[in-house]
């Protein structure tokens, strides 16, 4: 990735919010708690994904920053979203606790030197290098695939 590519990468990661609250300005509150099977979320529970994706994703962030090598691991998001509850999750916690994630991660990638995007850790999931640059375009793609995935939701809805 170039220097270039890397800015405008981080730029689309720092705009995350912006785009989800967009959308989400867009979809009636009666929709956001429609699920279109049981094995799908609805919004409600899409939201409070984001917060919690976005937390490990700033603690493997930090990992590959502070201690390149080291192992993250995954997590199973279908029990996150069980065991944790997340139907009765309040939705504007969970948005508030993104934006501040998202703000800060923001302004941390903002000030990495070029050569910390090649640091690198093992992933569980991942037969590969998992550098830096690979978990930035994972994270900046993270909300527009919500995003449509709501989208998707409020039609079963309507």
């Given at each position: 990735?170039?220097?270039?590519?890397?800015?405008?990468?981080?730029q689309?990661?720092?705009?995350?919010?912006?785009?989800?609250?967009?959308?989400?300005?867009?979809?009636?509150?009666?929709?956001?708690?429609?699920?279109?099977?049981?094995?799908?979320?609805?919004?409600?529970e899409?939201?409070?994904?984001?917060?919690?994706?976005?937390?490990v994703g700033?603690?493997?962030?930090?990992?590959?920053?502070?201690?390149?090598?080291?192992?993250?691991?995954?997590?199973?998001?279908?029990?996150?979203?069980?065991?944790?509850?997340?139907?009765?999750?309040?939705?504007?916690?969970?948005?508030q606790?993104?934006?501040?994630?998202?703000?800060?991660?923001?302004?941390?990638?903002?000030?990495?030197?070029?050569?910390?995007?090649?640091?690198?850790?093992?992933?569980?999931?991942?037969?590969?290098?998992?550098?830096?640059?690979?978990?930035?375009?994972?994270?900046?793609?993270?909300?527009?695939?919500?995003?449509?995935?709501?989208?998707?939701?409020?039609?079963?809805?309507?």
């Amino acid at each position: 990735m170039t220097n270039e590519e890397r800015s405008q990468t981080i730029q689309e990661y720092g705009r995350g919010f912006d785009l989800l609250t967009d959308a989400l300005a867009q979809i009636p509150r009666p929709a956001w708690e429609f699920k279109p099977a049981s094995d799908q979320w609805s919004v409600h529970e899409t939201i409070i994904h984001m917060a919690d994706s976005e937390m490990v994703g700033v603690l493997r962030l930090h990992t590959l920053i502070a201690e390149p090598g080291n192992t993250v691991i995954a997590y199973n998001e279908s029990k996150w979203a069980e065991a944790l509850g997340y139907r009765n999750q309040n939705t504007d916690d969970a948005l508030q606790l993104f934006q501040l994630l998202r703000r800060t991660t923001y302004h941390l990638l903002q000030a990495l030197p070029a050569q910390v995007f090649t640091h690198s850790v093992t992933h569980s999931e991942w037969n590969e290098p998992y550098t830096l640059e690979k978990w930035l375009v994972i994270y900046a793609n993270h909300v527009p695939e919500h995003i449509a995935q709501m989208k998707k939701t409020v039609e079963a809805w309507k």
